[in-house]
């Protein structure tokens, strides 16, 4: 087995290719430690001390360093990891606990109530993001995940490699903002969640 690397627009990043399926339906984020002890493959990653997130897509794992780490020590111990993992056939979650699909975090200050007279464009936001968005910050090692739309703006979190990222104000606001816009004119803002 080999696994690829490639780099990502954020120089703390990595995005990892083990050549086979990581999840077969969206995404999964691990912003801690303590989240990563759903998954063995993500709690190894976190053991090296050098990692602050790990991220799983659909062939794809993007690690992000700790200030100060450096890859030329901690890409060996990921590639490693993901060696033992891949070859083993390790599952990808503990028994019993949640897997699959990105759920957004609980964020009391983050609940966009959302009107029914804005499904149309709630459904064009989403198709956009699904096959236009989604596609090209997953090329980079990361996912975007809606949180909301109401009066116009919409609400979303970058993940993975994105969240973080140098340029990720960019991507949101010159990227994201405006093909939204351009296809979908009740958008006037994106704004991150």
Not at 41 to 70: C, R, W
Not at 85 to 100: D, I, K, M, N, R
Not at 167 to 190: D, F, M, N, Q, R
């Amino acid at each position: 087995m080999f696994i690829e690397t490639e780099t990502t627009p954020n120089p703390a990043a990595l995005k990892f290719l083990p050549g086979q399926t990581v999840m077969a339906a969206g995404s999964r984020e691990f912003a801690t430690p303590e989240a990563a002890e759903a998954s063995p493959l993500a709690q190894a990653i976190f053991d090296t001390g050098e990692v602050v997130n790990v991220f799983f897509g659909a062939d794809f794992v993007s690690v992000t360093a700790a200030p100060g780490a450096q890859w030329s020590a901690l890409r060996p111990q990921v590639i490693a990891i993901l060696l033992d993992h891949f070859v083993s056939q390790a599952p990808l979650f503990t028994p019993g606990t949640a897997s699959g699909i990105s759920v957004p975090p609980p964020e009391d200050d983050l609940a966009v109530e959302e009107r029914a007279e804005d499904a149309e464009v709630i459904a064009a936001i989403n198709e956009l993001l699904e096959t236009r968005v989604r596609p090209a910050v997953a090329g980079d090692g990361g996912d975007i995940a809606y949180r909301g739309f109401r009066d116009g703006v919409v609400y979303l979190t970058l993940q993975g490699s994105c969240a973080g990222c140098p340029s990720s104000t960019a991507t949101l606001k010159h990227g994201i903002e405006g093909l939204l816009k351009h296809y979908v004119p009740e958008v006037v803002e994106v704004r991150a969640a």
